[in-house]
């Protein structure tokens, strides 16, 4: 038998499935951008990926419906077909149902905005949010936005579950994206360190300025972090006596979630 036909056989496979990657890889960059979308430099910056590579890999998936040019602008988004696509799967997540519940409950109890937040690849993705009844609300993420895990209070939170060694994989492959957010791998670390020695995560300046994060993480019965639920409120709303009070009602509905999922 050709060797070098047995060769090049055996790495067909292997380059298919690198193609498979590197297309997800744009897509979650995209799916990032929302309907503003993304410059295609900054797809470039973020996977890592040469410039030629990433705009063969859009304009393919241009072709097939899966993203869309905005001339005017001239950047790249998710395209109508991928929300298509979904709806082969309409009901709601196991996770989704446990949580309801239990974010309706935080939510009266706190009277501050909540999010709840899963992990998706080396992503977050904001899944629900609860709006509270204090009359100013720090609605600093949306439903649907995804962030590198590590950016948001969730993503630490996340990170901060997970053994330290997983945690430092993710975040050294998400250290280009960590440029668009003013950050990086150091200040991450750190944080997930305090985090996993607290039990939980407190962001002292959230994503808005002037605001204050916690979150707390919810594992799935084989240990594994999925997924974050987070307050966030205006300084003034959570000093240190707020804080613990705040944090022992996450704790107690992420313990809820866990046993709901589980079960």
């Given at each position: 038998?050709?060797?070098?036909?047995?060769?090049?056989?055996?790495?067909?496979?292997?380059?298919?499935?690198?193609?498979?990657?590197?297309?997800?890889?744009?897509?979650?960059?995209?799916?990032?951008?929302?309907?503003?979308?993304?410059?295609?430099?900054?797809?470039?910056?973020?996977?890592?990926?040469?410039?030629?590579?990433?705009?063969?890999?859009v304009h393919v998936l241009i072709e097939e419906g899966i993203v869309e040019w905005n001339e005017r602008s001239g950047r790249y988004a998710i395209g109508n077909q991928v929300p298509e696509l979904a709806l082969a799967r309409p009901r709601?997540?196991?996770?989704?149902?446990?949580?309801?519940?239990?974010?309706?409950?935080?939510?009266?109890?706190?009277?501050?905005?909540?999010?709840?937040?899963?992990?998706?690849?080396?992503?977050?993705?904001?899944?629900?949010?609860?709006?509270?009844?204090?009359?100013?609300?720090?609605?600093?993420?949306?439903?649907?936005?995804?962030?590198?895990?590590?950016?948001?209070?969730?993503?630490?939170?996340?990170?901060?579950?997970?053994?330290?060694?997983?945690?430092?994989?993710?975040?050294?492959?998400?250290?280009?994206?960590?440029?668009?957010?003013?950050?990086?791998?150091?200040?991450?670390?750190?944080?997930?360190?305090?985090?996993?020695?607290?039990?939980?995560?407190?962001?002292?300046?959230?994503?808005?300025?002037?605001?204050?994060?916690?979150?707390?993480?919810?594992?799935?019965?084989?240990?594994?972090?999925?997924?974050?639920?987070?307050?966030?409120?205006?300084?003034?709303?959570?000093?240190?006596?707020?804080?613990?009070?705040?944090?022992?009602?996450?704790?107690?509905?992420?313990?809820?979630?866990?046993?709901?999922?589980?079960?």
């Open positions: 038998m050709d060797r070098t036909r047995v060769a090049r056989n055996a790495m067909a496979p292997r380059q298919g499935a690198q193609a498979i990657r590197r297309a997800l890889a744009v897509l979650r960059i995209l799916a990032a951008g929302r309907e503003a979308g993304v410059p295609l430099a900054d797809v470039v910056r973020a996977t890592g990926l040469a410039r030629p590579t990433v705009h063969r890999i709601p997540s196991r996770l989704l149902i446990a949580a309801n519940p239990s974010l309706q409950r935080a939510s009266t109890e706190i009277g501050d905005t909540l999010f709840l937040t899963v992990r998706t690849g080396n992503d977050t993705l904001c899944v629900d949010r609860r709006i509270g009844v204090y009359p100013i609300q720090v609605l600093s993420i949306e439903i649907g936005a995804r962030r590198p895990l590590g950016v948001s209070s969730a993503g630490v939170a996340i990170l901060a579950a997970m053994p330290a060694q997983d945690a430092r994989k993710i975040v050294a492959a998400n250290e280009k994206r960590f440029e668009t957010y003013q950050t990086d791998v150091a200040a991450v670390m750190s944080h997930v360190t305090t985090a996993r020695r607290r039990g939980y995560n407190m962001r002292e300046i959230g994503l808005v300025q002037g605001t204050k994060s916690i979150s707390t993480w919810i594992k799935t019965p084989d240990g594994q972090p999925a997924a974050a639920i987070t307050v966030s409120a205006v300084r003034t709303r959570l000093g240190p006596r707020r804080e613990q009070e705040v944090v022992e009602i996450l704790l107690r509905e992420a313990r809820i979630i866990e046993q709901a999922i589980g079960g």
